[in-house]
């Protein structure tokens, strides 16, 4: 059963989730492209990575300046990752993910909707890296766990 995605107000039709394989196949369907983005406007991943960063930071009890340093990054780059004037690499975006205590899950999510690779537990890196999150290791801990798996550190 597919779930109302977006509040459409008082008198106005909701919109209905799509998944992506109905994403997919309207794109495979549809033979003109502005049509196809036109009528799917509302599922597209578009700019939500400040708003995500912002819901979950405003869940923790750490000063940004703090979480700068936590995550190894300039405080001025973290307020324009925040301002959403910067975008993070898929590590830097890792590194925030770790200094903030996210869970795997929230992890998975701030990747998905910023259209970067889910962590693989078939990939060693991603397996070292999701055990870290799951165990709520420091940042220091995971590249050192990195480097004694023979991998890249994350910054």
Known sequence: MKKPCIDPGEGAAAVVEKS??????????????????????PFFFDGQLPQLLAEI?????????????????SEV??????SGRRVPSRDRLLCLCIAMGTTLEETQQLLLRTAYAQLYPRLRRDAVISHGLIHGKTL????????????????
């Open 140 to 155: 220091a801990e995971i590249n050192e766990a990195l480097t004694a798996a023979g991998e890249k550190t994350l910054f």
């Open 77 to 82: 780059y973290l307020h324009q990752v925040f």
């Open 20 to 41: 992506t394989g109905d994403l997919q196949q309207g794109l495979m369907e549809e033979p003109d492209l502005n049509t196809y983005l036109k009528k799917n406007r």
């Open 57 to 73: 930071y405003r869940r923790r009890h750490i000063s940004k300046a703090a979480l700068a340093r936590q995550a190894g990054m």
